[in-house]
């Protein structure tokens, strides 16, 4: 999905007011919270506003180590893991580059840009994550300027995603101190050439995804569809419990990056359109009335997809300690996935800890269950799929 903002916006041509600007400036990203789906974006939009691309830098992974050496005595007071380990990168970026940072760059995400744009109320972000950052940067500044005393300015803007104009406003006020001289419309070519590469980088996953579903289905293979927001992706929050479930033969495919291709989309809701019972392939108002949250609304999105497509056998659900944007949504997306026979799992108040024993013996379980049922449940959804009604009770019955 692309957002045009300027017709004229060329990938291959340089902002024109940026001949006075210091060439090796290096800007640090944490990598953190929205920033797992953001990150092409905000490469691509510093590298519009002259930033060499390799001066653009990210924190590494959330691990142990990481918080343990850098956010030692200035961890955030917050019952929300991945807000608590922002410290952690916040120092790595600090601290613990070979070549420092100039700036450190962490916006405070009010809304996000959403496939499910126009289907839904809203698409705002969670009212803790945004509020992350400055959580973190308190710890950063209780005992003196962390920031001042590494010689980096630390810039971290409220920003609206979704809303093109405010986000170029946004980022044109908090970057012309870093940026001297810096216009509205170079801030939109910059925004422009952010979500084209972050769009590319989207169409391509989305394929991939494509690709292995259909081949999961032709050889009557199951898949998992992996549930969860999309700091999950990271190793130190979601602890690669996705890579276990690989190991044990199964593909997984993050909602995130599931297919909009429309012929696969008629296939599984076309005929709930043509009934009346969707307004679209994105609608979700009769399962999600309160579709405020962006990523809650896609989860939602994807457990409804997950339960229809032949491919996925099984769902596995993430969610984090006393996430309170996750816990109203635990039965809708049980209730969701099982209503059409998808195998359905969950990890939940996951935080620092990865009891390693427990994570095999859950994963173990999931491959049983999947080696045990996963033919009828693909066959049962292709007759669902099909309207073969009576194949669809004989299946039925065998459940019982």
């Known amino acids: 999905m692309r957002i045009p903002i300027l017709r004229n916006a060329s990938a291959k041509t340089p902002s024109a007011d940026r001949s006075d600007r210091n060439p090796d400036l290096r800007v640090g990203i944490p990598r953190i919270l929205n920033q797992w789906s953001t990150p092409r974006f905000w490469t691509a939009f510093f590298e519009e506003l002259g930033v060499k691309r390799r001066n653009v830098v990210y924190s590494s992974a959330t691990s142990d180590a990481q918080q343990k050496q850098y956010s030692q005595g200035r961890g955030a007071v917050d019952c929300c893991y991945p807000v608590k380990c922002i410290s952690g990168h916040y120092g790595e970026l600090l601290t613990g580059l070979k070549k420092p940072v100039d700036v450190l760059f962490s916006p405070k ?169 969707l307004a679209s392939h994105f609608d979700i108002s009769d399962v999600w009335k309160s579709s405020y949250s962006a990523n809650t609304n896609e989860l939602i999105w994807a457990a409804r997809f997950g339960a229809r497509h032949p491919a996925i056998a099984a769902a596995v659900r993430f969610s984090s300690y006393e996430c309170g944007m996750d816990q109203p949504t635990y039965t809708p997306v049980q209730k969701i996935l099982e209503a059409r026979g998808t195998l359905f799992f969950s990890f939940q ?32 959804k292709r007759a669902l799929l099909s309207g073969d009604a009576e194949k669809v009770r004989v299946l039925s019955e065998s459940d019982e």
């Open 109 to 277: 995400v009010v809304s996000l840009r959403s496939f499910l744009g126009s289907h839904v109320v809203d698409c705002l972000g969670c009212p803790r994550v945004m509020a992350g950052p400055e959580s973190a940067r308190g710890g950063f500044v209780r005992e003196g300027d962390s920031f001042a005393a590494s010689g980096v300015r630390y810039v971290s803007p409220v920003v609206n995603m979704s809303e093109p104009m405010l986000l170029a406003r946004q980022l044109t006020k908090a970057l012309e101190p870093v940026f001297p001289g810096l216009s509205h419309d170079e801030t939109l070519r910059a925004i422009e050439m952010g979500w084209r590469e972050q769009d590319d980088f989207d169409a391509e996953s989305r394929e991939v995804a494509h690709e292995v579903l259909e081949r999961c289905e032709r050889e009557s293979r199951p898949a998992i569809l992996a549930l969860g927001r999309p700091y999950h992706m990271d190793p130190g929050i979601g602890h690669e419990i996705e890579n276990e479930l690989q190991a044990c033969g199964y593909p997984v495919i993050w909602g995130q990056h599931l297919p909009l291709d429309t012929q696969l989309l008629d296939r599984l809701f076309g005929k709930d359109i043509r009934d009346g019972s």
């Open 349 to 380: 108040d996951l935080d620092a800890t990865k009891p390693s024993g427990s994570v095999r013996i859950r994963t173990e379980t999931i491959s049983y269950y999947l080696e045990r049922h996963s033919k009828r449940i693909m066959d049962r």
